[in-house]
């Protein structure tokens, strides 16, 4: 692993080995969150046959932006060689009351490049009784494969002004997570067996009223899982599960959580 340029307050301190044979990479924010105003931009590329593993060492936190700030940003660039591996599992998004926010992720995947992706969206500081108290939440994605999309995501909440409570959005959910697992050069055929087996799980891990789980394959290389749910502590072990399920089925080997540090 290298890292070739970093500045505050984004920084890689080292990697640890994965039994494996991979890398585990930590990024850490020493400003202990996102301020208002911040413009922070994150580069990743796994090269050829290698194998990493991204992770946060705590849960985002999106500080209240000043009213005459403007939004902070965080625009992700990855990109994933032939027969690379990236597993990109961040800890939850946490926006504070009065944050507005904005992201652009960009990944490109090569012939034989594999991803674990996922993304949890909290509604606050739901311990402060914060529950959709921030301004913009502004989520985009785009996964490319062999130089062509095969997802593409475009999020915008804006809490004061349409109500996510509505059934129309989240109805009576209040966290959400998406996770994008990604293969390059896998025939259909795989990704639709794979779907029946997790959506077989995501039934099993559905409970009424409390979290709901759905599995749907990409236009191709790929499928997405998502999740909505009234507790946040219950989305990583789903996560966790699909996350075993599909790199048992992709790779043939467990899944590694990653090891936090603080």
Avoid at 64 to 73: F, L
Avoid at 159 to 177: E, I
Wanted: hydrophobic share 40%; charged share 15%; with cysteine.
């Amino acid at each position: 692993m290298q890292v070739l340029e970093q500045s505050p307050p984004l920084k890689v301190i080292r990697a640890f080995p994965l039994s494996t044979g991979g890398a585990l990479v930590h990024l850490h924010n020493i400003s202990g969150g996102i301020l208002g105003g911040d413009q922070l931009e994150l580069k990743v590329e796994v090269e050829a046959g290698a194998y990493a593993q991204l992770t946060s060492t705590s849960a985002t936190r999106l500080y209240r932006t000043h009213p005459d700030a403007s939004p902070s940003q965080q625009k992700t660039s990855i990109q994933v060689a032939t027969n690379g591996l990236l597993e990109y599992v961040p800890d939850p998004l946490i926006p504070f009351a009065g944050s507005r926010y904005q992201q652009q992720t960009l990944i490109q995947l090569e012939q034989g490049a594999g991803l674990f992706w996922w993304e949890t969206i909290a509604p606050g500081r739901t311990a402060r009784g914060e529950v959709f108290d921030y301004d913009l939440l502004q989520i985009s994605s785009r996964i490319s494969a062999a130089n062509r999309p095969i997802a593409i995501e475009q999020i915008k909440l804006q809490p004061q002004q349409k109500n996510l409570s509505s059934l129309a959005r989240l109805g009576p959910y209040t966290y959400f997570c998406s996770f994008y697992i990604c293969k390059v050069g896998l025939d259909g055929s795989q990704w639709l067996q794979l779907e029946h087996e997790l959506n077989n799980m995501a039934q099993q891990l559905t409970i009424a009223n409390e979290m709901l789980w759905g599995v749907s394959t990409l236009t191709a290389h790929g499928l997405v899982v998502r999740g909505l749910s009234k507790r946040g502590t219950a989305i990583p072990a789903g996560l966790f599960t699909f996350w075993h399920l599909a790199t048992q089925a992709l790779y043939g080997r467990d899944a590694i959580p990653p090891r936090k540090i603080y």
